[in-house]
């Protein structure tokens, strides 16, 4: 018997004589594909950048009611537990302390330390006026100096100020 040799397969170059196309997708970007991609990458950009310029006075309002809530927090244990609670204002290290006055002589010692916070970075306590130590008294949860303490914060020229008006112990941010 004599075997024949059949062709199994064709290439398009033997059949026509020149090259074949690729079938499928085309490779490379069209230009008005290329300037939509560029398009979508400017804005997400842009709304990125107006997202962290806002992240300073976010920090700073954060921190604001950070100290607001603390004395409240001051306020309540001052009533609950019978004692004075001391709030002690650094401005050199940006930082604030509350005491538990156990032993009732007005004066923040070593042991009554309950609370150590500083603030965020880039956050500066300006002022806390008219005194930097002030105490939430039992029985009423006042404060003891005498007319409004204001605490001042301040980032990159916004400003947020902590009100205490000492005659209620009522705080407010503004």
Not at 73 to 86: D, E, G, S, T
Not at 115 to 139: C, E, N
Request: glycine share 6%; hydrophobic share 40%; proline share 3%.
């Amino acid at each position: 018997m004599k075997q024949c040799n059949y062709i199994t397969s064709f290439t398009p170059f033997e059949t026509t004589g020149r090259p074949a196309k690729k079938i499928g997708f085309p490779t490379g970007f069209t230009l008005i594909e290329l300037m939509v991609v560029i398009a979508i990458i400017a804005t997400l950009s842009a709304l990125s950048m107006v997202s962290f310029s806002s992240l300073t006075g976010n920090r700073l309002t954060l921190d604001a009611r950070s100290i607001a809530a603390d004395l409240c927090w001051m306020r309540q244990m001052a009533v609950a537990k019978h004692r004075n609670q001391i709030v002690v204002f650094d401005t050199s290290s940006e930082s604030y302390a509350i005491y538990d006055d156990l032993n009732a002589n007005s004066a923040p010692d070593a042991n009554e330390e309950i609370k150590r916070r500083t603030l965020s970075a880039g956050i500066d306590l300006v002022s806390v006026l008219p005194l930097t130590q002030f105490s939430f008294l039992f029985p009423q949860g006042n404060a003891s100096s005498a007319g409004t303490t204001t605490i001042t914060l301040n980032a990159q020229g916004k400003t947020r100020t902590v009100q205490v008006f000492n005659n209620t112990g009522y705080v407010r941010v503004q």
